[in-house]
């Protein structure tokens, strides 16, 4: 059934037209070596051609003869005479060469894992109906961490998902080992994901207990030869959960015993461990700070912890105080920049990508400029929290790439250095430090909940591997892999995608409007809601909108959040009149009759924004409609069933937002509107 359980790995989709040349160009296929990533690539080849070729293709294990693709480290194919291409520890080169009146496409690679990469990428090659004939592909990854963060408690549930339950069947494992794992770990290795975190970082402490380690191992030992490290959660206040201690005092000799002794525990049980994934002091979870300890002492505790193993520790710089009311936004930059340099070399901080907490659109984290000797990662949240969960269509990719690209600093040579920039890595192998995304898998057929949130997590891995490539070559490459490279269909399907994301902005919160949502489950509008217990849960303390104005001050007149950035962008962004549209409301509180540069007053414009993103959803299904004859009958009533989800619901956010600002301003619909709110 075209239910899109084969994600990007639908090999039986491979345009017809092309077989013919495919099958002249490599008679013969083998995949040199031994090793358990060298057999997962040998099967995926067999798996990928058989389906291309639509043929039973048999993948040899010597060098085969005639017109042949061979796949092997340099060390396997040094009878070639190959030129090594710089590939480091984890890339492939493919090319095509003439031997003695015949043609050889190579994937060649420095190690087994780089060969199951290129591997890859040769089907996907295919996949997006490119000839093998003048093939010339040098691919490495920049980032050395690439990871998904699930965030799956140990009972299944999956918080901020909305494509079923857990992957990861603890009552089954470990002897139970469910075929999904490793077809998840195929669809991630495709991707160049490199690591997973497994648990929630909210979860409890239970997972670091021996009966859950032999699990997580039994997981780690299917992903494995697909390049994956499995990594952890660590609770902080596991000594006293689990390990009976009074304390989880980082600079208690005993508390930090228990974490080298369990740790040493868990590399026996997953010799290639990853490392540990912190959530402390926010939110209400235990941290160092109960202890009036600070991140530096906690983090680097379980650093030291990892640190004989190789591992690292990747400490979320996600904190805000029960008491903090001026500005959550300043937070994360106040605790963490007065550390700088305190972290051991193998400590992580991986910051959100915006200061709030992922909304539509987020000015960068100024955490990301804010320190010289520490080194920062990205999170990303894969799953859509605050983008409509998995019936609205968002491309995320749009957002990623915005925040990547951004510029965050300018050195004294007036050269403008971007986020990406700012993920400076310590390992010579590669540019930038690390990349995690929230995860939006789950048991759900389609592993995702829709097929287009497959593109996300897509995305992300493309992003990961090169956080310099553009999203819009990624949206093709998933979309022609997904349903068809026909440019007919693939023009405009990319196009839609491009603008969906931004469509939602103008439908939930335009113009630097952040955290309408309504509380708890963050889905529909609630910009009314003010009377919860914190007053940061309250969506009336980020618009603070009155008869007056609307917008968040963070300007110098108001929280001065603007001086956490870079001086280059505190000027501009401290003044309306240059701060971008998109981020207005977000840096400003201003009139309702503040003069846009469109010509129209501050409330005509939030009434423009709003009627806009629903048009833009009504502009996606006729796109989508137009596209039947392209898509299977089963996937393209699903996604056109979605997309009059999304039109009702941005109907339903236009309609419930312009109600309240109508109300609070006192302000009448501007001629022209008769939207019924
Ligand atoms: C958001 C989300 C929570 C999550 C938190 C985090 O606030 O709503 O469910 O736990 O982010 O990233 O830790």
Request: net charge negative; glycine share 8%.
């Amino acid at each position: 059934a075209e239910d899109g359980y084969d994600l990007w790995l639908r090999y039986e989709q491979a345009p017809v037209e092309l077989r013919a040349d495919y099958n002249s160009q490599i008679s013969s296929i083998a995949v040199l070596g031994q090793g358990a990533t060298i057999a997962a690539a040998r099967q995926e080849m067999a798996t990928g051609l058989s389906g291309i070729l639509d043929r039973t293709v048999t993948v040899g294990t010597a060098m085969p003869r005639g017109n042949a693709l061979v796949a092997g480290t340099y060390d396997e194919l040094s009878g070639l005479d190959l030129e090594s291409a710089d590939v480091g520890p984890e890339g492939y080169a493919i090319t095509q060469m003439r031997r003695n009146g015949r043609v050889l496409t190579v994937i060649a690679a420095e190690s087994e894992i780089g060969v199951l990469y290129g591997t890859f990428a040769f089907l996907q090659h295919l996949l997006q109906g490119e000839p093998i004939a003048g093939m010339e592909l040098v691919s490495r990854p920049a980032t050395e961490h690439r990871l998904l963060n699930h965030w799956d408690n140990l009972d299944r549930y999956v918080e901020r998902g909305y494509a079923g339950q857990s992957l990861w069947d603890w009552h089954k494992l470990p002897d139970y080992l469910d075929p999904r794992y490793t077809d998840y770990a195929r669809a991630n290795a495709a991707i160049g994901v490199n690591g997973t975190s497994l648990t929630n970082v909210n979860a409890n402490a239970e997972v670091l207990t021996p009966q859950y380690l032999e699990k997580a191992a039994a997981l780690a030992d299917v992903f494995r030869p697909y390049g994956i490290k499995v990594y952890l959660t660590a609770r902080f206040s596991a000594p006293i959960e689990i390990g009976g201690l009074e304390t989880a005092d980082p600079l208690d000799e005993e508390v930090q015993a228990w974490w080298q002794t369990k740790t040493d525990e868990i590399y026996n049980y997953i010799p290639d461990f990853g490392g540990f994934l912190v959530k402390a002091n926010s939110e209400g979870q235990p941290g160092p700070q109960d202890y009036d300890r600070n991140h530096a002492d906690g983090a680097n505790m379980l650093a030291d912890a990892v640190a004989p193993h190789g591992g690292i520790v990747m400490w979320r710089a996600f904190v805000y105080a029960a008491d903090e009311t001026q500005d959550r936004a300043k937070q994360a930059w106040e605790e963490f920049v007065p550390l700088d340099g305190e972290f051991r070399d193998n400590v992580l901080i991986q910051v959100k990508n915006g200061p709030i907490d992922f909304q539509p659109r987020e000015p960068f984290s100024p955490l990301f400029a804010g320190v010289e000797d520490t080194t920062l990662m990205m999170e990303f949240q894969i799953t859509k929290e605050y983008l409509g969960f998995a019936t609205h269509l968002a491309y995320l990719g749009t957002m990623w790439e915005e925040t990547l690209d951004a510029p965050a600093e300018r050195t004294g040579e007036g050269e403008t250095l971007t986020v990406t920039d700012m993920m400076v890595s310590d390992n010579d192998d590669y540019t930038v430090s690390a990349m995690a995304g929230v995860a939006n898998i789950g048991t759900d057929r389609n592993w995702s909940g829709s097929i287009f949130d497959q593109a996300n997590w897509y995305a992300f891995g493309r992003l990961a591997w090169d956080p310099e490539q553009d999203a819009e070559t990624v949206a093709r490459e998933w979309a022609a892999m997904t349903f068809t490279p026909e440019a007919e269909f693939l023009d405009p399907v990319v196009e839609m995608m491009m603008g969906s994301r931004e469509a939602v902005v103008d439908y939930m919160t335009p113009l630097g409007l952040h955290h309408l949502m309504a509380t708890g489950h963050h889905y529909g509008p609630g910009p009314w809601v003010d009377d919860l217990g914190r007053p940061d849960w309250n969506p009336a303390y980020y618009h603070k909108a009155d008869e007056e104005g609307i917008g968040f001050d963070r300007s110098s007149t108001g929280s001065d959040a603007v001086s956490q950035y870079a001086p280059f962008l505190r000027e501009q962004w401290d003044d309306p009149a240059t701060t971008p549209d998109e981020l207005l409301l977000w840096f400003h509180h201003l009139s309702w009759d503040y003069e846009m540069g469109s010509g129209r007053t501050l409330w005509e414009e939030i009434v423009f924004y709003y009627e806009r993103g629903v048009q833009k959803v009504e502009a996606m299904r006729t796109t989508w409609d137009e596209m039947a004859p392209y898509v299977d009958a089963e996937r393209h009533a699903q996604i056109a069933d979605f997309l009059a989800i999304q039109e009702k619901e941005a109907r339903w956010w236009r309609n419930a937002c312009l109600a309240y600002f109508m109300e609070v301003s006192g302000r009448d619909l501007p001629d022209g509107y008769d939207v019924p709110p």
